[in-house]
């Protein structure tokens, strides 16, 4: 009997694959699949790795990961550096990751979150992005609990005031910051000192806080969403009565938040922090 070859051996003589045993798994090619957690291997850990440290981290062993090396050397998925011999990401997975960022769209994939976020926060959530004039609120998802805040879409954020505002006060480039402040009359904001470490407590929780600091009995959190290249993309926040919102930063309610901040960042090609 002929030997079956690598690339066959996930399916069954009827010609599917094992993982077809359960009707609801869509048909794949399970070596395609084995020799894609070198590629995921390669990206999480940023940085060219000689082979045995690229097959452990993909759960394999050296030998079975150079074959896979090979032919993803072939397609320019992977290449291998000619004087250290470590392994890095090739031309085409670069060029697949520039056209996958040009194709994505912050604000679609932020939306598509908003109705279950809002419904497990149990408030209202929004998404804000940078304006002409600073930072704007482009989308309003009402959660269970009515929040009685003149807030819609087109509607703009305190830089220094609002949840939202404080995460672009955080992470946008500081000229940029410091022209919308001015605009705002806070010319003198950046060189108060208890502002700056807002901001800074911001920029390390990934979370900024505000409480009854616009409307008495009114408080919210926001979170940021950042972009393959490490640039903020939108701030995702969350508007409550203050009674229950929780504002810890390992709060339930600050947690989902951030898992929702860091997925999107995740789909936008971001790699841990920025």
Known sequence: MPMQSPELASFTTNGTSDDEADPRSPRGIQSIEVGGQLLKALVRAGSALALKDLARAAGMSAAKAHPYLVSFGKLGLIEQDPVSGRYGL????????LIGLQQVDPVRLA???LPALAQTLGCTVSVAVWGPMGPIIVHVEQGPTPVHVAMRHGT???????GTGKIFAAFAPPATVAA????????DALQDAAFAAELEAIRRERLSRVRDELLPGISAMA?????????LALALAAIGPSALLDL????PQAQHLRAAGERLSQRLGALGRA
Request: net charge negative.
């Open 90 to 97: 090739g031309p085409l997975a670069l060029q697949l990751g």
């Open 111 to 113: 939306l598509a979150e």
């Open 156 to 162: 703009p954020a305190s830089l220094r005031h609002t």
């Open 180 to 187: 919308a402040l001015s605009r705002e009359g806070e010319a």
């Open 223 to 231: 979170v940021p969403v950042f972009d393959g290249f490490g640039r």
């Open 248 to 251: 810890g930063a390992d709060s």
